[in-house]
């Protein structure tokens, strides 16, 4: 029988207990697609630096920031957050556009953001730190 394409997976509720034992601040998360993994290679694509010391050429390729891959891999699934901001209002909304949600993200501290990120690996297996390196 050949392959068959399933429906489309249901978005997934995580509690995010380091930030609230009882459960109820929670992050809802998607699986990635096709089209979220090209936009996350855009934004966290390098540029190659070429050089030259001593008559001698050299290229680097930059990594990319840790910070920003997370942000990305957060932006493209996270389909809802009930975490909110210190005026009582949510700090995500859906369809934020980049720079909003690069401005309330960097209002959650180390450790709100990486219980984050661990729900968004734990539905994206792919998108996570393999030893030897980061997936884009």
């Keep these: 029988m050949a392959y068959k394409i399933a429906g489309k997976a249901a978005n997934r509720e995580f509690s995010l207990m380091g930030l609230d034992d009882s ?4 992050v ?8 979220d993994q090209l936009r996350l290679e855009e934004i966290v694509a390098t540029e190659a630096v070429t050089y030259k010391v001593d008559g001698i050429m050299y290229t680097r390729q930059p990594s990319t920031p840790k910070y920003l891959s997370m942000a990305a891999k957060t932006w493209l699934v996270m389909v809802k957050c ?12 859906e369809d934020m556009k980049w720079g909003e949600f690069m401005a309330a ?22 998108w996570g730190d393999p030893i030897g390196g980061v997936f884009a």
């Design 23 to 26: 459960g109820e601040t929670t």
């Design 105 to 126: 993200y960097d209002q959650l501290p180390a450790e709100a953001r990486k219980e984050i990120y661990d729900a968004i690996v734990e539905e994206n297996p792919h």
């Design 82 to 93: 009930n975490i909110i901001d210190a005026n009582d209002k949510p700090l995500f909304n």
């Design 28 to 35: 809802l998360v998607r699986k990635a697609t096709g089209n």
